[in-house]
């Protein structure tokens, strides 16, 4: 099973995972992309680990999230919060060219996957084109990764204002 949710910034994306993630008994897993560079990220990192809890097992990768999925079988509960961050480390990157050949390889794993993915990422792309180049390919990047994982997933949610809204199935 896999679920796409998405939302703006602050929308309640990460803790609607938490509560869907936390519902059962199954092995918890939370796979964090974000790198703490600033005083204010690692303040926002610390924030989300107290939210979790002791029940989750912790992954800290940025960059190769492939490399993790084959390690879970079906009874484990996969969160990764957020694709948009590891698509940012990506095009932040000396080898933004090995970035197709890793979306490739875990869309290609996430479809044989036995476990449950919960797959957080920012919607970004519903406002204007931005003028910087870097700010462009991001949302390029980021919709036509979102709409691959959309068609994939078995499940895709919209969380605005807090309140999720199912748009698949």
């Given amino acids: 099973?896999?679920?796409?949710?998405?939302?703006?910034?602050r929308s309640g994306k990460s803790?609607?995972?938490?509560?869907?993630?936390e519902s059962g008994n199954a092995s918890l897993t939370f796979i964090a992309t974000a790198e703490a560079k600033d005083d204010e990220?690692?303040?926002?990192?610390?924030?989300?680990?107290?939210?979790?809890?002791?029940?989750?097992n912790l992954i800290e990768e940025t960059h190769y999230l492939s490399s993790f999925i084959d390690q879970?079988?079906?009874d484990d509960i996969i969160l990764v919060d957020c694709l948009s961050l590891w698509l940012s480390n990506w095009l932040c990157s000396p080898g933004t060219a090995?970035?197709?050949?890793?979306?490739?390889?875990?869309?290609?794993k996430l479809q044989q996957s036995p476990a449950s993915w919960l797959l957080v990422s920012n919607e970004a792309g519903m406002?204007?084109?931005?003028?910087?180049?870097?700010?462009?390919?991001?949302?390029?990047?980021?919709?036509?990764l979102h709409q691959q994982l959309a068609q994939l997933a078995d499940r895709v949610t919209l969380v605005m204002f807090g309140i999720p809204q199912t748009l698949k199935p």
């Fill in 1 to 9: 099973m896999i679920e796409l949710i998405v939302g703006g910034a």
């Fill in 15 to 21: 803790s609607y995972a938490l509560c869907r993630a």
């Fill in 41 to 56: 990220m690692k303040s926002r990192i610390e924030r989300h680990r107290q939210e979790r809890g002791p029940r989750w």
């Fill in 72 to 74: 879970f079988g079906k």
């Fill in 98 to 108: 090995s970035w197709d050949e890793e979306k490739s390889a875990c869309l290609e």
């Fill in 127 to 144: 406002g204007v084109t931005p003028v910087g180049e870097l700010s462009r390919q991001f949302i390029d990047e980021s919709g036509w």
